[in-house]
């Protein structure tokens, strides 16, 4: 199976684990995911100094600058499946 339909079907397993994984794991997921499919950030960070989870996401993104989309990919599969296990 090719890599974009791994990510795929591991985009899809991800909402349908057993149990909800911690913030750090889901900051991560998110973080993989962003950069698999959109590439470095492209955005500011958040403005507002309390918007906690946002700057976390935007921060947890921003440290993947420079991963390529099928490291990215590979990598949200590989952690997908760990939790699936």
Excluded: C, H, I, R
């Excluded at 794991?25 to 492209?42: E, F, I, M």
């Excluded at 590979?74 to 296990?85: A, H, I, P, R």
């Amino acid at each position: 199976m090719d890599l974009q339909k791994q990510f795929e079907e591991a985009t899809a397993n991800s909402k349908n684990l057993s149990k909800k994984p911690s913030n750090d794991v889901l900051l991560q997921l998110y973080s993989l995911y962003k950069q698999a499919t959109t590439g470095d950030v492209n955005s500011e960070p958040p403005s507002n100094p309390f918007d906690f989870v946002n700057k976390a996401k935007y921060d947890a993104w921003a440290s993947l600058k420079g991963k390529t989309k099928e490291t990215a990919m590979q990598e949200y599969v590989d952690l997908v499946n760990k939790l699936k296990g």
